[in-house]
């Protein structure tokens, strides 16, 4: 990037998402872009609407990012939403502590 342009969501497209796309389905030849996960910052052109739309038309699942937080690593959004997505309503703590370690431990290969 040339230190007069700004990234847009255009340049987002074009120059980042799509040559990313190209090469998930030139590696992934058989199932392309199905079970991708994206997990991208609030930044302005992630938030665009043209963004979002290319990513959804590309078959992109798209991981919400909360806000920043020092407790968090950015590894753990994905668990996080992992166990938001796949975790029932527990009566108790004890049940709770219990799913989520089911949970965790019966994660699919497939979902890394």
Same mark, same amino acid.
């Given at each position: 990037?040339? *230190?007069?342009?700004? =990234?847009?969501?255009?340049?987002?497209?074009? *120059? $980042?998402? +799509?040559?990313?796309?190209?090469?998930?389905?030139?590696?992934?030849? #058989? *199932?392309?872009?199905?079970? =991708?996960?994206?997990?991208?910052? %609030?930044?302005? !052109?992630?938030?665009?609407?043209?963004?979002? %739309?290319?990513?959804? &038309?590309?078959?992109? %699942?798209?991981? @919400?990012? !909360? @806000?920043y937080s020092s407790d968090l690593?950015? $590894?753990?959004?994905?668990?996080?939403?992992? =166990?938001?997505? %796949?975790?029932?309503?527990?009566?108790? &703590?004890?049940?709770?502590?219990?799913?989520? #370690? +089911?949970?965790? +431990? *019966? =994660? !699919? &290969? &497939?979902?890394?």
């Amino acid at each position: 990037v040339d *230190n007069d342009e700004t =990234i847009d969501h255009d340049y987002c497209i074009e *120059n $980042c998402l +799509k040559p990313v796309v190209k090469e998930i389905r030139k590696q992934r030849k #058989s *199932n392309g872009t199905k079970g =991708i996960k994206l997990l991208h910052d %609030n930044a302005s !052109p992630h938030r665009h609407s043209d963004v979002i %739309n290319y990513l959804t &038309e590309e078959g992109i %699942n798209i991981i @919400p990012h !909360p @806000p920043y937080s020092s407790d968090l690593a950015l $590894c753990d959004y994905w668990l996080n939403y992992y =166990i938001k997505q %796949n975790l029932t309503d527990q009566p108790d &703590e004890k049940s709770l502590a219990r799913a989520v #370690s +089911k949970l965790i +431990k *019966n =994660i !699919p &290969e &497939e979902e890394f």
